[in-house]
């Protein structure tokens, strides 16, 4: 017996059936066409989980200094821009 009961003489009845209603070119395209969504598929889940990777690299755990620099940087940058709104009116 073959996979799940179905004997290799059957496989070869179904598949010579396949061919006859469909024909080789029609085949050949398809399986062309279903190997390169397989393999676009492929690619695209290997750079989104490479980009994943290269991002939980890339961030560090802040540093109380770097913190405080921004901290003072965004109030700098705050206290500017009423200035610059003062000064267009």
Known sequence: M???GIS???LLIVLVIVLLLFGTKKLR???SDLGGAVKGFRSTMKDSSSAEESSETTESPADP???AESADS???SEQTEPEKESTKV
Request: overall charge negative; cysteine-free; charged content about 15%.
């Open 74 to 76: 965004a109030e700098s």
């Open 29 to 31: 395209n398809l399986g």
């Open 65 to 67: 200094e770097s913190l």
């Open 8 to 10: 290799i003489w059957q």
């Open 2 to 4: 073959g996979m799940g």
